[in-house]
């Protein structure tokens, strides 16, 4: 059997080139490659993006929220009658103001200062980065910053102070996002308000009344560039320490300016020339309107219900500042002879008497003035409205104001004599007697065994009537002596209740502050719905001036006779000369006035209503109405 032959293959021609050189055959790609390929590509993505993410992450960069969402802490103020500020309460001295609040010049000067390319970049800008480099290596001087506005709201709002280049990092991209997420004005909005510029004041509004003493709205050119060229360094070119430096930081403003065409050549150089008026750097809140202010804050937290540092509120008092100094000084000056008066009577020295006034506008109840001391730095403690003391004989008019109600007349006769009640014998402050005399005489000698006697015969109700309805408050004692005085009143309390007596019969609760607008525009009224109560008919008030005109002109108020249009008032002088009162009114202002000691001792036989208190009320008196 023969064995097969196993023939070979033929070789396969290798394909030629026309030209006849030999082809190389390239290698076929299948689909399983193209899906290694793509893996591959897919897996570098993931791990390009997963490290980018990583490095997002770990860099800790916070959101936006509180840059689109701007809302700073704010200070609160107080403004006194007049619409001058008295008092600014924060934690940052600012007041946040829109850009149409602002004076024209403003804005534009501190972009031509900080970045004059501000309207052109993404919230970066190399440009500026390089040239201040140039400048700056030039000069020998950090005299240029490339930070750009948007980069200085980062690094405001957003980081740490820390110099690095992984925060510089995260500011770049934050300033990026910026950019992206508000409009150019926006930023610049939250930048001027923002922005530290010397001397505690955090944004444009507060630099101009701390700097100028008035609003950001009033600056002129000169003026906003001045501000303009404090962000560099606020203490090196402080407006109150370094002016030099501070005007030749404005040179270059208002230069930056006219490069930049918001000025012309002509306005740049008459704004440098021009003499700016500063304000009074140690203008502060000052002693004499502490205690007013104190009961503004009190009542403004009760309304707004959250602390004034950070309300941003804007309260506008019934404080009139003239006058409150008139009343400051007057206290100080009569505490200060009655305390003389007790050293050369030979009391031994101890704790200075003290003393409080109050001014109430008649016609509107509205407190112009509040004096609780002699000083509100060394004594807080506010006399005028915290303190309660014995009234005294300035308590008699709304007695013999409930006799009148019932019937009797200026003219009834009534007895004044020795009187004894139990183991009570009350007995008048000179020791003498008149028999029998008018309702009129006893008020205007403040006789108290006649008005003793008034109570009796009308009962002590009546009497608590008329003065409930004159505002008073406190603990009124159900018995005869209510009659001289033993109920415990403040000054506030006291000064208000005669407001019956020198207006139009109606009581009036007094009040401190006209509106408050809080930090949204929301207006508040305090006034708005504030007690108003008739106490006396026309017959009985008409009778009541007319007697209590009396007390000045020749009664035991005869002291203050000469101030000009002194329409009545009333002494009171407490048991063993604790207490010196003087409450009475001109055709304007109703004024209480209180003098004696916080611990209650006496202050001497020489010291009353009328010699320590009445003093007092006659030199605030004449110093208001030659205001």
Known sequence: MSVPTVSSPKPTAVPKSPAGKTRVRRPVYNEKHIWIFLFVICLLQTFFLGTLLYILISLKIPGLSSVARYNPPQSTIIYDR????????????????PLNAMSPYLPKAFVAAEDGRFYDHPGLDLLSVLRAAVVNMRDGERSQGGSTITQQITKSLLLTPEKTYVRKFKEAILAWRIDKLL?????????????????????????????????????????????????????????????????????????????????????????????????????????????????????????????????????????????????????????????????????????????GLVCIETATGRIRALIGGTSFTDSPFDRATQARRPAGSTFKPFV???????????????????????????????????????????????????????????????????????????????????????????????????????????????????????????????????????????????????????????????????????????????DNNRDAWFVGYDDKHTTGVWVGNDHNQPMGRSESGGTTAAPIWRDFMLAAQAM
């Open 183 to 355: 409009t150019k004005d926006e930023i610049l909005y939250i930048y001027l308000n923002q922005i530290y510029l010397g001397e505690g004041a955090h944004g444009v509004e507060a630099a101009a009344q701390t700097y100028f003493g008035k609003s950001a709205a009033q600056l002129s050119l000169s003026e906003s560039a001045l501000l303009a060229g404090l962000p560099q360094a606020p203490s090196r070119y402080s407006l109150f320490d370094h002016q030099d430096r501070a005007v030749e930081r404005q040179k270059y403003v208002l230069n930056r300016m006219t490069a930049e065409g918001y000025v012309s050549e002509d306005e740049a150089k008459a704004a440098y020339e021009q003499t700016i008026l500063m304000n009074d750097r140690a203008l502060q809140p000052t002693d004499e309107n502490g205690y007013y202010l104190e009961a503004v804050k009190k009542r403004a937290r009760a309304i707004l219900g959250v602390p004034l540092q950070t309300a941003g509120a804007k309260i506008y008092t019934h404080l009139d500042s003239g006058l409150q100094e008139n009343g400051a000084v007057a206290v100080r000056r009569g505490v200060t002879g009655c305390l003389s008066r007790q050293l050369l009577a030979g009391k031994e020295p101890g704790t200075a008497p003290q003393g």
């Open 400 to 574: 013999f104001a409930a006799a009148l109600n019932l019937g009797w007349s200026p003219e009834s006769p009534i007895e004044d004599s020795p009187l004894s009640i139990g183991r009570w014998s009350p007995q008048n402050y000179s020791g003498k007697y008149h028999g029998m005399t008018t309702l009129a005489d006893a008020l205007a000698f403040s006789l108290n065994t006649a008005t003793v006697r008034i109570i009796q015969r009308i009962g002590y109700k009546e009497v608590h009537k008329v003065a409930r309805n004159a505002g008073i408050r406190s603990n009124l004692p159900p018995n005869l002596s209510l009659a001289l005085g033993s109920a415990d009143v403040s000054i506030l309390e006291m000064t208000a209740a005669y407001t019956s007596f020198a207006g139009n019969g109606t009581f009036v609760e007094p009040s401190f502050i006209a509106e408050i607008i809080t930090a949204d525009g929301t207006v508040l009224v305090p006034e708005k719905d504030r007690k108003r109560q008739v106490v006396l008919n026309h017959t009985v008030l008409a009778q009541m001036r007319r007697m209590l005109k009396g007390v000045t002109s020749h009664g035991t108020g005869r002291l203050v006779a000469d101030v000009p249009g002194v329409g009545g008032g009333k002494t009171g002088t407490s």
């Open 82 to 97: 007049h619409g001058r500020i008295v008092d600014r309460m924060f934690t940052e001295d600012r007041t946040v103001v």
